[in-house]
């Protein structure tokens, strides 16, 4: 699992309000990426990040900032949390040659009322 | 721009019959393909990729698949599946750049019949 873990695991929360998501590995990997799972979309890269503090937009940023300033921790921002980004989020490590393999932690469940 | 196509949302098959999940993908050079499976409830986990060395690439738990460039095909397959076997499964390309971001296709659900 490359020692990644996610919290909350599950989470309710009304429109409106802001909610932050970590990711924390504990194998000093470089990159570490954000995605979320909805039906018949696969996964879709939100943010990710090549350092402390470096970080870059993915496909479907709009609605989430995020912040690295350790290795270790990858956050996730929803500054103002709407229904449409109920879904399941995934964080990753990237590892391997080219970093040409991502693990992927066991997901956080975020319902937006 | 890479992307794929999983070209079948729903297969169901029997146990102890072949399994195949159809892949296509599209790059404008060599790409990094891989596969990858989620179980009900549970996180990805990587089953197989294709860096451009061998075309026929065997993974975890008896599946393997081969990069037919002519096709543009990345095909997974299992000679005989099992129950255990049911589960989402993920084609994907990686991007263009040296980040490491993946494209995802949409997924293909496996059922396993008794």
């Known amino acids: 699992d490359a020692g990644i873990t996610q919290s909350p695991r599950h989470k309710v929360t009304e429109t409106g309000t802001p909610v932050t998501l970590r990711c924390h590995q504990t194998?000093?990997?470089?990159?570490m990426y954000w995605y979320r799972q909805d039906p018949g979309h696969g996964l879709r890269l939100i943010h990710y990040?090549?350092?402390?503090?470096?970080?870059d937009k993915g496909e479907v940023s709009d609605g989430y900032s995020v912040s690295r300033s350790k290795t270790e921790d990858f956050l996730l921002t929803l500054e103002s949390a709407t229904s449409s980004q109920t879904s399941v989020y995934f964080c990753a490590v990237a590892r391997g040659e080219y970093f040409n393999e991502q693990f992927f932690g066991p997901g956080t469940r975020l319902t937006v009322l | 721009a890479q992307s794929v196509t999983q070209l079948d949302s729903h297969v169901s098959v029997s146990e102890g019959t072949p399994v195949l999940l159809r892949c296509n993908y599209s790059s404008s050079y060599s790409p990094s393909l891989f596969w990858y499976v989620q179980h009900p409830n549970k996180g990805l986990q990587l089953l197989l990729k294709?860096?451009?060395?061998?075309?026929l690439v065997k993974g975890i738990n008896g599946f393997e698949a081969e990069f037919k460039k002519s096709e543009t095909s990345f095909h997974l397959t299992k000679p005989s599946a099992h129950m255990s076997d049911a589960a989402e499964y993920f084609c994907v390309v990686k991007g263009s750049s040296n980040t490491g971001k993946l494209i995802f296709g949409q997924g293909t659900t496996l059922q396993v019949k008794p």
């Open positions: 194998e000093n990997h470089r990159y």
């Open positions: 990040s090549y350092g402390v503090k470096d970080t």
């Open positions: 294709y860096t451009s060395a061998a075309t």
